[in-house]
C-alpha cells in the first residue's frame, strides 16, 4: 500500500524519469526494447550510424547510501511520518559472515535498498532520478540499467560528455560505475568506431551484447540484426500479435 501510494505520488509530481521503464505502470522490459529498437531502426534506415553504450552500475542497489537517500527524499518533500518510517524500514539491519565454522561479529547495514522487497526498486530509482535529467543524449533506464545512445558522426563529443557527466555523478552519489563491463556497440555500415573513456580507461568495443536478457548483435553486412526468436517473440506475445512479422533494418 505504501509502495503503491508513493509511486503514484512520485508520477504525480514527474519524480521518475519518462526514460526510467522499470517499476512504473505501463511501462516495462519489452517498453523499453521498443524504444530502443525504434529508434536505432530509424537511424540505420536514414544510413545513419548508431553507436549504443551500455553501462553497468556495480552492486548499484547494495550502494545506495541510506542517509544520502532520506536526504533526496526529503528535498523532493517527503517528510514527516512517511520519512520516519522509511528510516526505520531502512535502518537497524544487520549482517554477519560466515565462514566454514566461524562466524564474525554483526555489523549494521548502511547502504542498500532491500531487493527483496517491493519497496527497495522504488527507492531505488527515486535515488537516482535526478541522473537522466543531466543527460543530453539518448537514454533508456530499466532500473540500475542504463544505455546511451547517438548518431557518433554529429554527436560523438556529446556522447561522450555524457559519459563523462554519469562518471562524475557516480562517483558523488556513491554509485560507481564497473568500468570492465561497460561496452560499446557500434551500429551501421559507415560507423567510425570511435573510442569512448570513462575516467582513463576505454570502453570495450564488443560486436554482440545481452540486452535486458535479449541478444542484439552484428549481422555478417554489420548491419543491425535482432535475434527475432530471442526478442520478438516475447514482445510479440505481450502485443497480443498472433503472427510475427519480419523487420528489416
Known sequence: MICKQLRGWALHHNLIPNTQHAFVPGRSVTSCLLKCVDDWGSQIDNKNPVDVIYLDFEKAFDRVPHLRLITKLENFGIRGPLSKWIRSFLHGRKFYVRVGD??????????????????????????????????????????????????????????????????????????PLNNGKCKVLHLGTNNPKHIYMIDTEAVKMVDSQNDLGHLIYLGPIKWLTLHEEQILHPICYSMHLDTLHEIHF
Open 102 to 175: 566461524s562466524v564474525s561479529s554483526e555489523r549494521v547495514v548502511v547502504t542498500g535498498v532491500p531487493q527483496g522487497s517491493v519497496l527497495g526498486p522504488l527507492l531505488f530509482i527515486l535515488y537516482i532520478s535526478d541522473l537522466p535529467h543531466l543527460i543530453s543524449s539518448n537514454h533508456v533506464f530499466y532500473a540500475d540499467d542504463c544505455k546511451l545512445y547517438a548518431n557518433p558522426i554529429q554527436n560523438y563529443r556529446e556522447l561522450q560528455t555524457d559519459l563523462n557527466t554519469v562518471y562524475r555523478w557516480c562517483l558523488d552519489w556513491f554509485i
